[in-house]
């Protein structure tokens, strides 16, 4: 019995320029003769009787007398006859004459297990590791092919062939054994790329259609529950579209062992074919069955699925019988539902009759009953499970636009009925009115005060500056929607990094106004040569800006090659981690905040830094977080938190030291921004 198309993917897939036909004998030999090999189909194939040795350690690549091994067929292996031990040395005799000594020959093997091959003693090649130990033992389905030359005269071909797997494969419905072909290179070749590239298309045809129409109708289930029977159309067309998938792509796997999870779940997918069909017609045409049968068959399909996945060959002919009823009692279905007159039950009734055709055409192909081709055994049945599917769909859409028609009729009853309560309704709304309108201008304010924060936000450096030697982090989290902190970097051609870290009066939308002048004044002197000039002008200017009561207290800092100068007006003080002594300094920098009534004379600090010196710079944000008991973090046990996470690397740094501020106040809310700035010397 041949189960569905399935090729154990050939194995030497080769090439030659041209070869030979092939007289089949009983006594183990083959004649390779061209003119013959030209009248084939593109390869002939060897006998498959071969002589057989089963000694596990035979050397194959030792030629000798072969007349007194029996002959095995290649492609059973019945084991149970012992015939077959698991391991051993097939040889066949190849004669060659006049017409393609000297010429290449191409040899083609398909096979379940793996393999060595021989040639007059010379190894040609090897697909997988043959062992009769299973942890050893790697199978492999051959995607490349083997270029070998005949002189004229007998040639020995021996194959060391292993399949300790052969009763798992059986047990599948897959022949364990092997089989040999032989053909002409230039037809070969072309036909095996051919060959490939054609179930490539028809497995994205047929799976791409029968997808397709899965998602559709059970997109159409999802979004409309009542039309119940698009759910079983889908899982139809989602078995169908598996299935295909599954036939269709068996040539292109490299490992047989792969057949034996998907020969049954082939079975299931057919059984759930099954299922969908039967469950589909009678859902289309109002039919049930009484209860009992209705239990009784499920039951039945459970226990066959089961079976099915413990014993894919045993019950693969019960599988086949299943569909063929299945189809049968759509047939069935159908025609009643087009006696009494059913609306498109001709749609139906078409693509039901076209799936009886196809399917019961491959399943006498399959069955051995009439020639299995490629077109009898498996594209004639998809195409008309396909035509089944276009059919049905179509019935499935005027279904549902009739429905969405007397929806539309019954809506304007409603509309009409609808009137008099309408009226009564828009008192009703013009209360709910006044109130959408107030909380409209609720919404309007949020959303200026959202967009305030996305302009402070964009004010923020997109990125920070890849400084050569220098390791920078940054991070900021404001109390309210606009905050009132602010920072910024500025890079020159020469490599100096100039900086700010700043912080306004209070937080919102005034904050937020200084913080824009202030980026605004940073952007203008941020390249001037002094740090305490550029206060003083930005001083002046906020000042001048006339903003009443507010201040911006502001660090600038300015960093090159290991020097750092630091000026601040009203900032807390910059921290400095120093990687050969491990301790912490503070640096203290006198200063009034920029807006300030009085003028002051800010002055610039200049610290010495190492490889792996650590600089935090902070806003009061994190010292003066507040816990639930009204307790402050400090300055020192936010230096003391810094010490101890000073040796990670810059993010490591910002994100501990927030986290740190966050477990200090135990869910209580931010009462200051928090911004903070680090810079590391050399690597982490």
């Known amino acids: 019995m041949q189960r569905r198309r399935r090729t154990v993917t050939h194995a030497l897939a080769t090439a030659l320029v041209v070869v030979s036909h092939v007289a089949r004998a009983q006594d183990g030999t083959f004649v390779v003769n061209r003119a013959a090999l030209e009248g084939t189909e593109v390869f002939a194939p060897l006998p498959e009787a071969w002589r057989f040795s089963p000694d596990e350690t035979l050397d194959c690549s030792s030629p000798r007398p072969d007349g007194d091994a029996p002959l095995v067929p290649t492609r059973p292996l019945r084991s149970k006859d012992g015939d077959f031990p698991g391991i051993g040395c097939f040889r066949l005799t190849l004669v060659a004459d006049a017409s393609v000594a000297g010429q290449p020959l191409a040899l083609r093997l398909f096979q ?71 053909g002409l290179a230039e037809r070969a070749l072309p036909e095996d790329a051919a060959r490939a590239a054609r179930a490539g298309r028809w497995a994205a045809l047929f799976g791409g259609i029968c997808l397709s129409f899965a998602v559709l109708h059970g997109l159409l289930y999802a979004f409309h529950r009542a039309h119940r029977e698009n759910l079983p159309f889908a899982l139809l067309c989602g078995a169908n579209a598996a299935l295909a998938t599954l036939l269709f792509a068996q040539g292109s796997w490299s490992d047989p062992r792969v057949l034996l999870l998907s020969e049954p779940a082939m079975n299931v997918l057919g059984l759930l074919f099954t299922t969908s069909l039967v469950v589909f017609v009678h859902q289309v045409f109002g039919v049930s069955w009484p209860r009992l049968l209705t239990r009784t068959a499920g039951a039945g399909i459970a226990v066959l699925s089961v079976w099915t ?74 195409f008309s499970v396909t035509l089944l ?253 810094f010490r101890s996470v000073a040796r990670e690397g810059a993010d490591t740094v910002a994100t501990r030291l927030l986290d740190a501020g966050d477990a200090w106040a135990r869910g209580r809310p931010l009462g200051d921004d928090v911004t903070l700035l680090v810079l590391r010397v050399g690597a982490c």
């Open 112 to 182: 379940a297990g793996a393999s060595e091959v021989f040639l007059d003693g010379q190894r040609v090649a090897s697909f997988g590791n043959p062992s009769l130990d299973v942890t050893s033992f790697v199978p492999r389905q051959p995607q490349t092919g083997v270029v070998v030359s005949l002189s004229e005269g007998p040639h020995l071909l021996a194959i060391r062939y292993a399949n300790p797997l052969q009763s798992a494969f059986r047990k599948a419905g897959v022949a364990p054994g092997f089989r040999a072909q032989i």
């Open 309 to 382: 996945v413990f014993q894919p060959s045993a019950s693969v002919f019960l599988v086949f019988v299943s569909m063929l009823l299945a189809s049968a009692e759509a047939v069935r279905v159908t025609l009643l539902a087009t006696l009494r007159r059913r609306s498109s039950a001709p749609l139906v009734g078409v693509g039901l009759l076209c799936l009886a055709l196809g399917f019961g055409t491959g399943l006498l192909a399959n069955l051995g009953f009439v020639p299995a081709t490629p077109w009898t055994s498996s594209l004639l049945p998809f």
């Open 389 to 641: 599917l276009f059919f049905s769909s179509v019935h499935l859409s005027r279904r549902f636009a009739r429905t969405n028609v007397e929806l539309a009729a019954r809506l304007e009853e409603v509309k009409a009925l609808s009137e008099a309560k309408l009226r009564d309704e828009r008192r009703a709304q013009d209360e709910r009115l006044s109130r959408s309108l107030l909380e409209a201008e609720l919404a309007r304010k949020a959303a200026e005060l959202e967009e305030a924060r996305s302009l402070q936000m964009s004010m923020l450096p997109a990125r920070l500056p890849q400084v050569p030697g220098l390791s920078l982090a940054a991070r900021m989290v404001t109390a309210t929607e606009v905050g009132g902190d602010y920072y910024d970097f500025d890079l020159d051609d020469h490599g100096t990094l100039t900086f700010a870290i700043g912080d306004a009066t209070g937080h919102g939308l005034r904050a937020g106004t200084l913080v824009t002048a202030t980026k605004s004044l940073f952007g203008a002197f941020a390249r001037e040569p002094e740090l305490p000039g550029m206060l003083t002008r930005s001083g002046l200017a906020i000042r001048r800006m006339n903003l009443r009561l507010l201040s911006m207290a502001l660090l600038l800092g300015r960093y090159r090659a290991g020097r750092l100068q630091l000026a601040a007006a009203g900032m807390p003080p910059p921290l400095v981690f120093r990687a050969a002594t491990g301790l912490v300094e503070t640096f203290l920098l006198e200063g009034l905040p920029l807006g300030s009534p009085s003028r002051f004379p800010y002055v610039e600090t200049t610290i010495e830094l190492a490889p792996g010196d650590v600089v935090l710079l902070m806003s009061d944000g994190l010292p003066e977080r507040l816990d639930p008991d009204d307790e402050m973090l400090g300055y020192d046990q936010a230096a003391a938190l």
